[in-house]
Structure formats: structure tokens, C-alpha cells
């Protein structure tokens, strides 16, 4: 295991304690942006940007090789994106949801370390390797904070489901169009790589289901201009799709030689 991979505890926690400290001195709620809030919250997602750009720079390649890796840069977006939105709508509920779920893939992190060298398999050695995992890290978390909206608009039994669909929209159509990016890269890469764009792949065909389930969304939504509670079930339905994806897929037995999963 690298240093300055052991470093990660000392910046995932000074993240942390950045993220909670500006919710926990949050302004009064009449204020619409709270400083404290934006404060925190901007200043720990640099400090996850910081030791990302020092774990790429010691390890020279990409840190996006392993689950880990992908953690660490999802819990970088989802924390990007809740400082984002909160400065668009300016609901505290979803930028304090955003960062905890932040937080948790922080905690992950270093409860679970793995260990890390510099090696990059010769596939992985492509224009597009990078663009690939960028645009599905940032499809990944947006998709989870329309997921985090549907959630809570479903649980709270007051809850404005009107409000919450046409939030949740904003957030999936964008979610939606870095998740095509995602696709269209990785058949680039494919083509490039094996000869191939498209191999039904267990990681691909579900990558497609993925897609299809967000695209059903979509298609419900453009059928019905009255919000709904079905709608918000699709969209929480969809993001468990979406972790069977990203974690789910390499532990299936029709996966065990899939060029697709994490390297450890």
C-alpha cells in the first residue's frame, strides 16, 4: 500500500469534520444560503480534490483502477454536486443528504483499504479510460441524488410529490446524459481495445438495463404531466439497478472472467 494512500484517513476525516461542521453551524433557516454551509462544504470537497490529485500524481496513472478508487472519486461528486444544488435550489435537507452519503463512501473507504501500485493493464492505457470512468462517476452521483429526492418524497408522508418529481427531473435528465457519454465511451474504448463495440458483456448488459430503467423514466414522465408516486418508485427502482452495476455485477458467476471488473 502506497504512503499516500495511508494518508487518506487524515484528509476522508478532515473532509468529514468540514462537512459537519458547516451543517452543524448552519445560519438561521430564513437565511437562503447559509455561509457556514457553503463554507464547509466547498472547502472539504477540495480537500477530497487534493488528495485525489496527489494519489494520481505518486501513483502516476489515473486513480480510478480499482472499487476503491471509484469510491473515492464518487464521494468527490457527490459532495461536488450537494454544494452545486444547494447554491441552485437552496434546500438544506438535500445538500446535508448529499454530503452524508459523501461521508459514508469516505467511511468505506478506510474501513476497507486496499492496497495500490502503479500498474495499468494494457487496456486500461487508452485515450479513453479516463472520460469513461469520469462521465459514469458523475452519471452515478447525480443519479443518487434523484434517488435521495424520490426517497425522501416517499417516505415523508407529506411530502410535495410534485416538487419532488420536477427536482428529480432536473437532476436525471443530466444524470441520464453523462450515462449515455458513459456507454458511447465504453464501445469507443471496446472497439479500440478488443475489435469490438458491443460484447453483451454481464457488466455491459447490465450498463444497458441500467440505462433502459432510467430511460423508462423518462418516457413515463413525458406520457404524464401530472407527478406521481409511481414515478419516484422507477427512480428508486433504477438506482438499485444502477448499485447492481457498479458493485453487484463482478461477484455473479457468469462475471468471473469479465474484462470489466475492479482490479485489487
Known sequence: MTTVWLNFEIFGTAAIILWFAGILFKNNEKISVSKPLIIGGITGTLVLGLFITMLW????????????????????????????MYLRWKYKWFYIYMQLLAA?????????????NKSLMPALQS?????????YIIAYSFLAASFIVSLRALVKS???????????????YIGFGFL?????????????????????????????????AYLIYIHVRSLSAQPSKKQLIILVSAFLLLLICWFGVQYLPSAVNSVHNYAY
Open 127 to 135: 485515450v479513453w479510460f479516463i472520460p469513461h470512468v469520469v462521465v
Open 158 to 172: 407529506k411530502a410535495n410529490i410534485k416538487k419532488a418529481v420536477n427536482l428529480a427531473d432536473n437532476i436525471v
Open 57 to 84: 500524481t505518486y501513483l502516476e496513472r489515473p486513480p480510478m483502477r480499482t472499487l476503491a478508487e471509484t469510491r473515492l472519486w464518487y464521494a468527490f461528486f457527490l459532495s461536488f454536486i450537494g454544494n452545486i
Open 180 to 212: 449515455t457519454l458513459g456507454l458511447l465511451f465504453g464501445a469507443l474504448w471496446a472497439k479500440k481495445a478488443w475489435g469490438h463495440y458491443w460484447t453483451w458483456d454481464p457488466k455491459e448488459t447490465w450498463a444497458f438495463i441500467t440505462w433502459a
Open 104 to 116: 459514508v463512501f469516505i467511511v468505506i473507504n478506510i474501513l476497507n483499504p486496499e492496497t495500490y
